[in-house]
């Protein structure tokens, strides 16, 4: 395991959102043995609400802000010792105030894929209120891009076969 991991054994699955985060970090973490933290599942227990509620009743920043803390909350228990896979919501890892969070505390791993493969997988899912105009979200994937790219590993990931991605994450020169 890379010095990095040792220190602090945190694992985050960055991307835009339908690049299959939760899917791949929750088969990841059962192969390592490892917790798995989706900070999306976690907001919308911690809050009782859908994701889609706090932004039409509170707005994106208060999101936000309810992002950060609930990621702090977390990494704190990996800074403790406590090894885990975190999925991250597609915004998390561009809001520069999370970046010294997560970079300082483990490795991160960005799951690149296709925007035709990301619409693809929306279909007619209403439940990502950053999803719901079409033309808004090609913009946000292209701005977003730069920003992924400051993750530590980059994997292409246009395919369905979780297994595969899986064993492409654990073929990285980190453990
Ligand atoms: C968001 C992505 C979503 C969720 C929220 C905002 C984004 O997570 O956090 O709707 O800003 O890209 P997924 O990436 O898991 O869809």
């Not at 970079?103 to 209120?129: A, F, H, K, M, Y």
């Amino acid at each position: 395991m890379t010095l990095k991991l040792k220190r602090t054994p945190g694992l985050y699955l960055v991307g835009f959102m339908c690049s299959g985060k939760t899917t791949v970090g929750r088969a990841l973490a059962e192969q390592l043995g490892w917790c798995f933290v989706d900070i999306d599942s976690e907001i919308e227990a911690k809050q009782e609400k859908t994701i889609r509620r706090i932004f039409e009743e509170h707005g994106e920043a208060v999101f936000r802000d309810i992002e950060t803390d609930t990621l702090r909350d977390h990494v704190t228990k990996v800074e403790a010792g406590r090894p885990c896979v975190f999925a991250l919501g597609g915004g998390a890892f561009v809001q520069p105030r999370n970046w010294e969070l997560i970079e300082n505390n483990g490795v991160t791993v960005w799951l690149d894929c296709l925007l035709d493969t990301i619409l693809q997988r929306l279909g007619d899912d209403l439940s990502r209120p950053l999803a719901a105009d079409r033309e808004q979200l090609a913009q946000l994937y292209g701005d977003r891009r730069p920003l992924y790219s400051r993750a530590d590993f980059r994997l292409e990931v246009d395919t369905d076969d979780v297994e595969a991605i899986v064993k492409k994450i654990l073929d990285l020169p980190i453990f």
